[in-house]
């Protein structure tokens, strides 16, 4: 009896979902294809309207009357525009029907002209031909200049992506609608089966577990002894999987503080080499041109033991500085434009080395919030990117100014493009676009510490060619006064 009974019920289902699996996939068929449809006919009457409009336009251009003759002397150039304006096939034809010119005779010839007759008798007409992967329509209306019918306008337009979704949309329905059935008829046996199943749940779980798979969970509503041992079991699962889940956290957090270790002492190392590279520089000048230049020579030792004091600085806050994010530093309204100025100055005897001049072009007053040490190693790091790097006997463009709510900063040098334009990738720590022309000793974190200053004032940098130039922009918000 239980046996029929059970065969009854699985005969019953799937008598009523195949009837409404049927109803379903016509039901949508149909929506489906009427949908396509209204977007056909709104393309193609929006078409209409562009080529009624451009035809009146070149008519009104060339001083033409409405008259057969001027629209077959102008069917040559509006076959072309309309081509290339609406991207779809064109024809041109008399109000005979007589061909005048088209832009691809392969695609209307062979077709069916039933909307090429309609338009001959004066009226708008349209056929899709499609199959399962393809759509096309052919769409002809007659032409009428001042209430003059001067000739008729035939295109055909592709629709294969439209009818290809719809037939992908289609499909997915169709899966959907499986899985239901499938879904439905494995529920109707479980019912059938349900004082085992739990049991064999319970089991294949236990055996997940053994294998080391933790990501299982049983749920039962009863309240017998099987329901009992279910909520005891996920108990325990839950608390191998907090367990588990704190040790890797534990892990995770240990491997990333490691990192960031490393990461400091190697963004230290760079900054240590920044001001070493300014006094090298200016201590070789003063060697090779020794005191006969006195106002040089007083300006390379101001600038010397500048560089020495920040060297010096840099050293002190290496010792005692924090592992705190930049979120902890105390920024000011201070004027990055005195900076950068300041800046280009200092470089542009090292500029003269690589026998390349730098060009500034920096307006007053471009106030932002931030530290003058920060934004100092910002712009020393893009120049000293751009002299190395720059083709030789350039100009390395610098400019900035107020743009909108921000301030923004132009560095533009001459140079050769990256292999694979590489730009989105170039401010990732250690990436170098050509280890051949790498600088020896770097550990390319010159582009990463400009990007962790930039991000640390708020800002946001890209990088780009144009024009056999390397640019880079940087945007920070401008600070206003406060009243």
Not at 245 to 252: F, V
Request: proline content about 1%.
């Amino acid at each position: 009896m239980l046996r029929t009974i059970k065969g009854k019920f699985i005969i019953g289902f799937l008598l009523i979902f195949s009837l409404s699996f049927l109803v379903l996939n016509q039901t949508v068929k149909k929506i489906i294809w009427s949908s396509n449809e209204e977007i056909v006919t709104s393309d193609l009457v929006e078409l209409k309207k562009n080529s009624i409009v451009y035809v009146n336009q070149a008519f009104l251009i060339n001083h033409y009357k409405s008259n057969e003759l001027y629209f077959g002397d102008m069917a040559d150039e509006m076959a072309d525009n309309l081509h290339r304006s609406t991207g779809s096939d064109v024809s041109v034809y008399n109000v005979n029907g007589a061909l005048l010119s088209s832009s691809n005779k392969k695609v209307f010839s062979g077709k069916s002209d039933d909307d090429l007759k309609q338009a001959i008798k004066g009226k708008t007409a349209y056929h899709i031909s499609n199959d399962r992967n393809k759509a096309e329509v052919f769409f002809s209306y007659p032409v009428v200049v001042d209430g003059t019918k001067v000739g008729i306008l035939r295109f055909s337009k592709d629709f294969n992506l439209l009818y290809k979704q719809s037939g992908e949309i289609l499909d997915i329905v169709f899966y959907i609608a499986l899985a239901i059935f499938v879904a439905a008829f494995l529920f109707s046996y479980i019912l059938s089966r349900h004082i085992t199943i739990p049991l064999v749940k319970l089991t294949e779980a236990t055996s997940q577990v053994k294998k080391g798979k933790l990501d299982v969970d049983i749920h039962f509503r009863r309240k017998d002894e099987i329901g009992q041992l279910a909520i005891n079991f996920n108990d325990m699962i839950n608390r191998i999987r907090e367990q588990i889940s704190t040790i890797e956290r534990d892990r995770d957090r240990l491997k990333e503080l490691n990192e960031q270790e490393k990461r400091f002492f190697d963004n230290m190392t760079h900054e240590l080499k920044t001001p070493l590279t300014s006094i090298q520089g200016y201590a070789e000048i003063i060697k090779e041109k020794g005191e006969s230049d006195q106002k040089f020579f007083d300006k390379g030792m101001n600038h010397i033991v500048e560089e020495s004091r920040r060297l010096h600085n840099l050293v002190i806050k290496l010792l005692e500085v924090s592992r705190e994010t930049s979120k902890d530093l105390q920024f000011d309204r201070i004027d990055a434009g005195e900076i950068l100025k300041d800046v280009c100055e200092s470089m542009k005897f090292r500029a003269e080395r690589y026998k390349k001049r730098i060009s500034c072009d920096i307006e007053e007053g471009l106030y932002v919030h931030g530290q003058v040490n920060r934004l100092r190693q910002l712009f020393i790091n893009l120049l000293d990117n751009a002299i190395k790097y720059s083709l030789s006997h350039s100009e390395i463009i610098i400019k900035a100014g107020i743009v909108g709510e921000k301030v923004l900063f132009t560095f533009k040098n001459p140079s050769a493009p990256f292999e694979n334009n590489q730009y989105s990738e170039i401010f990732q720590p250690f990436y170098s676009v050509n280890q051949k022309i790498k600088e020896e000793g770097s550990v390319g974190l010159g582009l990463s510490i400009v990007k962790t200053i930039v991000d640390e004032h708020g800002g946001t940098i890209k990088m780009f060619y144009k024009e056999n130039h390397t640019v880079i922009h940087i945007e920070i918000a401008y600070a206003k006064v406060e009243k």
